[in-house]
């Protein structure tokens, strides 16, 4: 959750005024942090998280290029091209027992098409830590934060995280689709439980107004909905007194960043709490009952902020492929994710098949995922493509879409389907 400014809203106040009525009747559940001993050193040996004992490199390595590629067995690299995507659990185990065969052929493919973006998964530094946290922790899950499930690794995590996003605190959910809906519930649950303590249901007009972009994730959908039943919400009721801007920061099906500056003002103007994609712990049932990430998990993603952080390169890299997919098709390329908007559904197929072909793994996204006529290939750029993988690929789908180099923003202008 961002926060805008340091003047006090009413949302400030608001809250001000109700953490001691809260906290009166225990309405708070500490985390019981727990240190975990290392295997073989006894009771009281603790783990040390110093980021200078982590390895890091400049410039792309060997393993760096591995992040970009998969494989596919090439049965289903033919499915695929036919059109067949649908494998039943029968086709699956045979599929199986030809995998284990070594003379079964593989398709490699360069992926456009994961979250990757820093193209970490295969850095050997994180994978230490990894294999290091199992061999000295353990694989399996504790328990809930709540209960058993807080340790060591978590909390320097957090910590990592939060420094890295100069936040006071930062609170680890098990999924990015979880911590939205943790967030959503907790704001619905804020006036039922002031009123609760009255012995009486809150009125319309003190509920909270939620405004939500139409194509946020369908996450903050889902808790909105889920807040909604809470009895503590009104979408879209600018009559209300505290008002909620729900947004995502990054649309992942077009590639476009909210408007951060004019939400900004907005919110300085009109004094509403400002929630990004990117007061849990009591009230987010998302948070509180879900098993903890394992330790490993833990420790990988601590690992992967100390490199992310250190290797600044990889977030330059990323930079010189967004620059270079726009100069080859004048597409506002604003995010790591870019959206070719073809239209018609059938043509997207095709061009996506031609990629596959080609030895590119992206994904046609079409209805109900968007609009009708609003067919697509969505790509996403990553560090450890290259120069040469983007000029290869723009060289594909410019047989479907023609490319048109203008200083316009409006992805529209800059593209039309070839029928």
């Known amino acids: 959750m961002e926060s805008m400014g340091k003047m ?5 106040l608001y809250i001000e005024e109700a953490l001691p009525k809260l906290e009166s009747r225990n309405m708070f559940t500490p985390l019981r ?12 040996s603790r783990t040390k998280f110093d980021e200078d004992e982590y390895e890091t490199f400049d410039g792309i390595q060997p393993w760096d290029r591995l992040a970009a590629q998969i494989e596919l067995p090439e049965t289903f690299f033919r499915r695929l091209l036919n059109g067949v995507e649908l494998v039943s659990k029968y086709e699956l185990e045979e599929n199986e027992n030809i995998c284990s065969n070594q003379e079964t052929q593989y398709k490699k493919l360069i992926l456009f098409a994961g979250n990757d973006f820093l193209g970490l998964s295969r850095h050997p530094t994180i994978a230490k830590a990894t294999a290091k946290a199992a061999m000295e922790q353990g694989t399996g899950p504790r328990g809930s934060p709540l209960i058993c499930g807080y340790t060591n690794y978590h909390m320097a995590l957090e910590s990592s995280l939060a420094k890295l996003k100069k936040k006071e605190a930062c609170l680890l959910c098990t999924s990015g689709f979880g911590a939205n809906m943790a967030v959503m519930v907790a704001i619905g649950s804020i006036v039922p439980v002031m009123c609760e303590a009255e012995g009486r249901r809150p009125t319309k007009e003190e509920k909270v107004a939620v405004f939500s972009d139409a194509l946020n994730h369908a996450s903050i959908v889902d808790g909105l909905k889920l807040a909604d039943r809470l009895g503590g919400v009104e979408l879209t ?9 729900v947004t995502d920061s990054l649309f992942s099906m077009d590639g476009d960043i909210a408007p951060m500056g004019e939400l900004a003002q907005l919110r300085k103007k009109h004094g509403f709490l400002w929630v990004l994609d990117d007061w849990i712990q009591s009230r987010g049932r998302s948070f509180i009952f879900s098993t903890i990430a394992p330790v490993p998990l833990a420790a990988a993603s601590y690992a992967s902020v100390v490199v992310a952080k250190k290797e600044s390169w990889r977030r330059r890299e990323i930079r010189n492929r967004m620059k270079e997919l726009h100069a080859l098709t004048g597409i506002p390329v604003r995010s790591q994710i870019v959206c070719v908007m073809i239209g018609d559904m059938m043509q997207a197929i095709k061009a996506n098949h031609e990629l596959l072909e080609s030895g590119f793994y992206c994904v046609a996204v079409g209805p109900p995922a968007v609009a009708p006529n609003t067919a697509r290939l969505r790509l996403t750029l990553t560090a450890v493509h290259t120069s040469e993988d983007i000029r290869r690929l723009v060289a594909i789908i410019s047989k479907y879409v023609q490319f048109q180099v203008s200083s316009s923003s409006d992805c529209s202008n800059h593209i039309s389907p070839r029928l």
Do not use: F, L, Y
Request: aromatic share 4%; net charge positive.
């Open 8 to 12: 006090k809203t009413s949302w400030d």
């Open 33 to 44: 942090p727990m240190n975990i001993s290392i295997a073989g050193q006894g009771e009281g």
């Open 237 to 245: 009721n600018c009559k209300n007194k505290r008002k909620v801007v």
